[in-house]
């Protein structure tokens, strides 16, 4: 499974989070704008082994999960896909056969592109059962970035 996928508004949740510990290491990950920590550092920090895809996937639902209740942000949360499809960005990783750039780094999609799997509601209630049975042009190629 290419890169992690969460279903929510068009925050990227990279830039949802805060500071948090991770327990591997003792590198931070926080919001772009709270501690200057962007996507190309994340990578940088994926790659060289700072932290893995698991904990920063980890701390990314952390911190969605911390704040959801103030921003209303998220149709649907897709925790175990994205745990699970952060573990297989960990081993690609660790064999050294990343899919991209942005291999491990979690992502949200806003509910009216097409995620494979997953309900795309574009939040109406009409649509609030639908089911895409393949992902979005624009989805297809985050996941292959």
Known sequence: MPPTF??????????LVTSHRMAAGDWAIGAALASGV????????????????QELTEACLGRMRAVEGQVHSMLQVLETPAMEAAKEADARLSSGKALGPLDGIPAVVKDNLLLRGSRTTSGSRILETYESPYDATSVARLKAA
Do not use: N, P
């Not at 190309?40 to 790659?47: H, M, P, S, T």
């Open 38 to 53: 962007t996507l190309e550092e994340a990578a940088d920090g994926l790659r060289s082994k700072a932290f893995s895809s």
């Open 6 to 15: 969460l279903v929510g508004s068009i925050f990227t949740l990279v830039a």
